[in-house]
C-alpha cells in the first residue's frame, strides 16, 4: 500500500462531493432565477389588464353621462338626484 493511497481516495470523495454541490447550487439558483422571470412576466400581465379594465370603465361611465344629459329637460335637480342615486 503505498502512502498517498488513502490521501487519494478522501481527496476522491471531496472532489465529487463538492461537484454535486456545485451542480445542486447551480440547479437551485436556475429554479430561483425562472420563478422571479415568471412572477416578474405574471405582473406586467396583470397590470395591463388593470389598464385595460380602467379604460373600458371609464368608457362606460362616459357613454352613461352622455345618455343622461342627453335626455330633454335634464334640470339641475334631476341631475343632483341622479348623482346621489350614484348613477351620475
Avoid: H
Amino acid at each position: 500500500m503505498a502512502v498517498g493511497s488513502g490521501a487519494d481516495r478522501v481527496c476522491g470523495m471531496v472532489n465529487s462531493l463538492v461537484r454535486w454541490v456545485v451542480t445542486l447550487v447551480t440547479a437551485a439558483a436556475l429554479c430561483f432565477a425562472f420563478y422571479e422571470t415568471g412572477l416578474k412576466v405574471g405582473e406586467s400581465r396583470a397590470k395591463v389588464q388593470v389598464v385595460e379594465k380602467q379604460i373600458e370603465v371609464i368608457k362606460y361611465v362616459e357613454k352613461k353621462k352622455a345618455l343622461i344629459q342627453s335626455r330633454p329637460n335634464a334640470g339641475r335637480n334631476d341631475l343632483l338626484k341622479l348623482m346621489r342615486a350614484g348613477k351620475l
